[in-house]
């Protein structure tokens, strides 16, 4: 089991699978979650180590791994199992930054960066599981950021997991809905990754997840009516 890098590998190890999944199901999901895992951890490790190099943003395994996944088990199954394991990892890399928070802390630069954002985060803690999920759907900051930046912003890992596991869901569902049609694609060109419908299923979501905060404000601006004295 290795990490595809490309279409062609991609469809190599597809196939590949695809003829061991019968006889051994077991070993092939364990194999799975084994190099997923390691991918999330390593990559948000190796953009750490490369924070000012463009080899940071050049691994593009997590989204090979989720098409594979649509390929192997399907849209159903192999959608909550790539954002249990994409939350997971990225709960591993919180647990890691968490464990060496002392050595990060001791620099005075970024002691005063993180002091200042969860200053700011403290301040609107109502809304922060909606605003965590929205980082997971945007494009920037990178994810690997928001993992090892967390555990020191007084984000605690239950909402960090839950908010990693629903923000990457539209992603997946437009990567393992492209797995499951992979053995009918030529080239890399039949992803489709920028379509209309793919815009919409992300837009949905941010709606569904921006709805909660803007009710709360909504309701926090409504005079409360209070009872008349003559009533009493």
Request: aromatic share 10%; with cysteine.
């Amino acid at each position: 089991m290795h990490l595809p890098t490309s279409f062609e590998r991609l469809q190599e190890l597809n196939q590949l699978i695809t003829k061991y999944r019968s006889t051994y199901p077991y070993r092939i999901l364990v194999c799975y979650v084994v190099v997923y895992l390691l991918y999330v951890v390593s990559h948000s490790l190796h953009s750490v180590t490369h924070l000012f190099s463009l080899q940071a943003f050049s691994l593009p395994g997590s989204m090979y791994l989720s098409i594979l996944g649509g390929a192997l088990w399907g849209v159903p199954r192999a959608l909550p199992l790539v954002c249990i394991l994409v939350a997971t990892g990225a709960t591993l890399c919180y647990a890691i930054s968490a464990a060496l928070g002392p050595a990060l802390l001791a620099l005075p630069r970024w002691k005063a960066m993180l002091e200042r954002w969860e200053d700011k985060l403290s301040g609107d803690r109502a809304n922060l599981f909606s605003f965590l999920i929205l980082l997971r759907i945007a494009p920037l900051p990178p994810h690997w950021v928001v993992n090892v930046v967390a555990p020191h912003v007084g984000i605690d890992i239950v909402p960090f997991w839950g908010s990693t596991a629903l923000g990457i869901l539209g992603v997946s569902i437009i990567h393992t809905t492209i797995g499951g049609s992979l053995d009918e694609m030529s080239s890399a060109a039949d992803f489709h990754l920028v379509s209309w419908k793919n815009f919409l299923t992300l837009a949905a979501i941010v709606v569904g997840v921006m709805l909660p905060v803007g009710l709360r404000y909504w309701l926090k601006e409504q005079p409360i009516a209070l009872p008349d004295d003559d009533n009493k």
